[in-house]
């Protein structure tokens, strides 16, 4: 299944003709309208976060920018679902981190 979603992610960012930065807040803004969990934010995090100088801010004026169109209800959602995310992001890395100090 990584697999497939892997080449189906591949295949959307060759054809979009948007810089990596634009394409990561365009799927921000997509993952809040159909109210993805943290695991699809937490995959876009780790992109923005390799390829882009994206940061939080940026992914809030997202969120302010499409509230109009999806609302609020899903906008708030999308914001603790980001929190969650980030949380989960740090705790898998305090853990790799103990891992290696205890190694």
Same mark, same amino acid.
């Given at each position: 299944?990584l697999?497939?979603?892997? /080449?189906?992610?591949t @295949?959307?960012?060759?054809? #979009?003709?948007?810089? &990596?930065?634009?394409?990561l807040?365009?799927r921000f803004?997509? !993952?809040? +309208?159909?109210?993805a %969990? %943290?695991? =699809?934010?937490? !995959?876009n995090?780790?992109? @923005? &976060? ?5 940061t939080? $801010? /940026? @992914?809030? =004026?997202? !969120?302010?920018a499409?509230?109009p169109?999806?609302?609020?209800p899903k906008?708030?959602? &999308? #914001? +603790?679902t980001?929190? $969650?995310a980030?949380?989960?992001? !740090?705790?898998l890395e305090d853990a790799?981190?103990?891992e290696n100090?205890?190694t």
């Amino acid at each position: 299944m990584l697999d497939a979603i892997l /080449d189906m992610t591949t @295949a959307s960012v060759t054809r #979009a003709e948007l810089g &990596a930065r634009e394409l990561l807040m365009v799927r921000f803004a997509a !993952l809040a +309208a159909v109210g993805a %969990p %943290p695991s =699809s934010y937490l !995959l876009n995090i780790a992109a @923005a &976060a390799d390829t882009t100088d994206l940061t939080l $801010e /940026d @992914a809030r =004026s997202v !969120l302010i920018a499409v509230a109009p169109i999806i609302g609020t209800p899903k906008v708030v959602d &999308a #914001a +603790a679902t980001i929190a $969650e995310a980030l949380g989960i992001a !740090l705790a898998l890395e305090d853990a790799l981190a103990e891992e290696n100090v205890t190694t």
